[in-house]
């Protein structure tokens, strides 16, 4: 079983910077992609960043350029560094890894991040 704790979210001015981690449980942490969701109030949850075994990323048009998603295997640890925020950057923000191997997803509890403008 995989468990997955984010930490780090708060109270940031527009313009500031913030970054959320996500700790896994487990050994398979180092072997399966990793990404960082969102959902702002009354919206879906969308995608923020993804990061493969390998270092890969990939980011949403919203945040390029101001968000860097990063993995310490050793640590069991993801991050999102987020830079120049905006209030539309306002959120819960999810961490997930997908078990490409059982086709399961596993899920944070979330971190609430709000941008004042």
């Known amino acids: 079983q995989v468990q997955l704790v984010e930490s780090g979210g708060g109270l940031v001015q527009a313009g500031g910077s913030l970054r959320v981690s996500c700790a896994a449980s487990?050994?398979?942490?180092?072997?399966?992609?990793m990404g960082w969701y969102r959902q702002a109030s009354g919206k879906q949850r969308e995608l923020v960043a993804t990061i493969t075994s390998d270092g890969s990323t990939n980011y949403a048009d919203s945040v390029k350029g101001r968000f860097t998603i990063s993995r310490v295997n050793g640590k069991n640890t993801v991050y999102l560094q987020m830079n120049s925020l905006k209030p539309e950057d306002t959120a819960v923000y999810y961490c997930n890894l997908v078990n490409t191997t059982v086709g399961r997803t596993y899920w944070g509890q979330g971190t609430q991040v709000t941008v004042s403008s």
């Open positions: 487990g050994s398979i942490f180092r072997i399966y992609p």
